[in-house]
């Protein structure tokens, strides 16, 4: 895998890491609590993760990027800016929403599978075409795989933060 890629994808997998180590602390009635009808649970939000992770190797390995809108690096920032922000926005795809109907052991499942998926498409990238795109986002646009692992980054950083408040929500709770 080009070094690059590796420093993003070992500092992406470290943010897996992290979420598992809370999710591990957390019982299946705090997994599952919602603060409200249309609000995620835990567990929900674990579920859009690996939905997004799914989809981007999926789009990955098709490989369909030829003819995608141009590049626009606004969009992307603007995407990357709304994670660092947590701004809420709606899910751009009816894909992406969770159902709250899958299992915790379930999801880890998938997200294993759908991250050495994405390991073994990065090590495919030669040098030459890091900046080819790999992947198209519904607003970002095409993205390479460098902006990908960014994406992919903030996206998980985002949820992160998200799990943690609804952890906080739970202390205070009791659940």
């Not at 080009?2 to 602390?25: C, P």
């Not at 969009?75 to 994670?83: D, E, G, Q």
Request: contains cysteine; proline residues 6%.
């Amino acid at each position: 895998m080009v070094a690059d890629l590796k420093i993003r994808y070992d500092a992406l997998e470290a943010k897996r890491q992290s979420i598992f180590t809370l999710l591990y602390g957390l019982n299946a009635d705090q997994t599952t609590f919602r603060d409200g009808p249309s609000r995620w649970s835990i567990l929900m939000v674990l579920e859009h993760a690996v939905i997004a992770e799914e989809m981007v190797l999926a789009d990955i390995r098709r490989a369909d990027t030829e003819g995608t809108a141009p590049k626009s690096p606004e969009a992307f920032h603007m995407v990357i800016k709304a994670f660092e922000k947590d701004i809420p926005v709606e899910v751009p795809l009816p894909e992406l929403e969770p159902t709250g109907g899958v299992l915790l052991d379930e999801l880890i499942v998938r997200w294993e599978a759908a991250r050495t998926g994405l390991r073994q498409a990065l090590m495919k990238i030669p040098l030459e075409t890091l900046r080819a795109p790999i992947c198209h986002h519904p607003v970002a646009g095409p993205m390479d795989a460098r902006e990908t692992l960014e994406f992919l980054a903030g996206h998980l950083d985002h949820h992160l933060r998200q799990i943690r408040r609804i952890g906080e929500t739970i202390a205070r709770t009791r659940i």
